[in-house]
């Protein structure tokens, strides 16, 4: 697996469908204000809207973590 491609679709992924729609603030920008807020009226769709928004997110964190512990791995052995 080329941890370098699968950054790059993770952040395409992570600026298209994680932050769609767009306007009048990104999406997912939207949801985590709302829970931060205390999620008053959120019913499970919003939840699990808020989970398919930011999961191009984790996921992009997920492979970043990988490389850097890689990267650090290859630093070290030599």
Do not use: C, Q
Request: no cysteine.
């Amino acid at each position: 697996m080329n941890i370098k491609r699968n950054i790059l679709l993770a952040l395409i992924a992570s600026l298209t469908l994680g932050l769609a729609p767009f306007h009048p603030e990104p999406h997912i920008w939207g949801k985590i204000k709302w829970i931060a807020g205390g999620g008053h009226g959120m019913g499970l769709m919003d939840y699990w809207d808020t989970f398919m928004h930011g999961a191009p997110w984790i996921t992009l964190v997920f492979f970043i973590f990988i490389y850097l512990i890689r990267s650090f791995k290859k630093a070290t052995d030599s």
